[in-house]
């Protein structure tokens, strides 16, 4: 029998022979199929690896006696690899699974208060078993997950939910403390991301991410004690009595969701941008449960376990999960497997989560990329354009989070990005910004007048033929330092003999993929004295209330998604991502406009012909550009190249809002008297426009109706 097979073959034969068990049956919901790819007795979890499936379940040993077993499925046939000591029934049976670098490892849960974990492998041509962590360690598992290297796992130490190491041989490293009352799963997406969840007494679930480096950090021994769940750079409340994250795609987390009646579990996946759950199917026919467990995304499809109880699995199946052909679901999930930021951006709107208001608030299609030589051009998690679309990842003012980043390289580097509705000017958007760039800028030493920034000039362009491409003429957002763009715009000259001096760059390594002889790029040049450095400062000076610098790309930190009060660190944790992005930083006033998701923010009514200097009169926009518009090399660090994460389109405020604070008060009455002025009486501008609202160029009587309505002393 062939114990190492290829993955997809397995599994088209074992597609083809599988049966659920004649009771179980899974259906999936509208816009997928499933079919069951295993099915048998005693299966309470499984792993997968390259080579097949690992099934854990629990089988009689005797009046009262138990023991675990685990049997490797090769999509022929299933043949036991692995069991535990015997045990009494009211030790509580088998609890994690997974699997890694040709082994599998598995928890024998002894009781409520501890485990032992066992590692089996395939050495020599036979199976081998060996313990690798003892029920003395005082672990309880509740869940096992893989980084592809090391094993990690979820339990209780004691009374505290924890999330763990497993360092070999024998000892256990808590990596994270105080996962709610019980903890959960975890698991690793594409980019090393770290996800661990927990639940606490309501069956309120939440997971908490932490960066690759945070894991590294904590494995190499630069961090020395436990992360607690606040320095999460990101967390997630999972609804409807939804269980913590069981696998991750990059896009979404994928868990089991409580039936009504509490009779068993339903597969589920949240999307990690636009917030929105989506049951994927609902299982029947067990008894006395109906239960779903362990989710794994391969090959465009997700395969999960369905089981006729809690614990042992008497009767189980496992079910391969994959949208219909032709579908925007199928379309997404066949590229499950790509790194983080294609699959992320994908599946945000389309496959997995339900449309719902707010999804396409970001840019949704990169129409070019053409980044200059740099040191990041060629690294594979910051040349993926892609990284642009959907909702951005925030680190906060003091740190970034460099995982959802694409590089623009040297000077005249450029992406260009598409949204699916046109970005209107709206008088309703607070502070009537209308669109948001978000990158990787940081404060430095805390000081929001001094600024790690690498800034990208910005134009924007209609798609006034109607054709879609982005063939119609670009208007500029001048910005802070755009005085005059016929003269700040410049072209620089690029060739790849790095040995000839003439043309830069001097390293092959920089060298954009595809691009060879000689070529240039162009773009505003923004005013070296300024923008030449590694810390850009207010002009205004260092203590200033007043910004100098606005209108450009990649110099405002992205917040930490629900900090609502600016000290990094996650308030709301109901927040979605496209309600708190979508709410724009005052780029006038130094410092984060509390609530906001931070980034630049500009206003339509900004943009100018760069031929005339004149303003555009835009109503909005459908493509966007963004320019690296530094021209400087600072020496080791390299050039000064923009990242972008994400672009959006401004949520709109109330009608008569002019404060911003969510209501139409006496303050905003007051600013109505300013500016009333009759028919015919404008032009509308400033504050005013917000109170105009037909828009008819003038603040009238019709609007003071309207301002009534709105009202709330």
Known sequence: MRLRRNWIAGLTLAAACGTAPAALTFTPAPGYTATPVWSGANGAHFAVDNGGFYVYGKESAGANEYQNTVRFFDGTATVEIARSPIYSGSEYSPDAITAVGGAVYWA?????????????????????????????????????????????????????????????????????????????????????????????????????????????????????????????????????????????DGSHLFGQQYKSDWSGTDPFAYNLAGGATRLLGSLSGGAPYNVTTDMYSRDGGLYFMGKSDWVSGAEAAIYRLVPEPGTLAFLCLGILGLRRGAVRRCCAALALAPAVAGASEFAVEIVAYAPAPGQFVNHPYYNDPTAALSAPVGGGTDAPDNSSLVSLGG??????????????????????????????????????????????TVEIARDANGNGLADDPWYVIPGSHITDPAAQWQTRIWDDNITDPTYPPASAAWLPPGRSGVWSTSGYRLPPTVFDRTVVENPNGLAAT?????????????????????????????????????FPDDPLTVGITLGSGGGNAFDIAWAIDPATGQPARLTGFDFLRITNGVNHIAGILGELSPEIDAVADVRPGLFGDTDWDGDVDLTDYGALTGCIGGPGGGPVVGICRVLDSEPDGDVDAADYAVFQEAFTP
Not at 434 to 440: K, T, Y
Not at 556 to 577: A, C, E, H, K, Q
């Open 108 to 248: 024998h849960a002894r009781s409520f208060a501890s485990a032992d974990v066992y590692r089996t492998a395939f050495t020599g041509g036979i199976w081998t078993t060996e313990k690798v962590l003892d029920a003395s360690a005082g672990v309880t598992v509740y869940g096992l997950s893989t980084d592809g290297t090391r094993v990690f796992g979820t339990g209780l130490n004691g009374g505290d939910s924890i999330a763990f190491i497993l360092d070999n041989p024998g000892h256990c490293r808590i990596l994270v403390s105080g996962l709610e009352t019980y903890s959960g799963g975890s698991g690793f997406d594409p980019a090393g991301n770290f996800y661990a969840g927990g639940v606490d007494t309501g069956f309120a679930a939440h997971t908490y991410r932490f960066t690759a480096q945070q894991v590294a950090d904590r494995v190499g021994g630069a961090r020395a004690t436990p992360y607690a769940v606040v320095e999460a750079v990101n967390a997630y409340a999972v609804p409807n009595n939804g269980t913590p994250v069981m696998e991750n």
């Open 411 to 456: 000077f005249g580097g450029s992406i260009v990005l598409r949204f699916e509705h046109v970005v209107a000017d709206d008088p309703r958007n607070p502070f009537g910004m209308d669109a948001i760039v978000f990158g990787n800028a940081t404060w430095v030493d805390g000081n929001p007048n001094r600024h790690w920034a690498e800034c990208g």
């Open 546 to 582: 007043d910004e100098g610098i606005f209108g450009y790309a990649d110099f405002t930190p992205t917040m930490v998604l629900g900090d609502t009060d600016g000290d990094n660190l996650r308030d709301d944790f109901t927040i979605t991502p496209d309600t708190f992005y979508t």
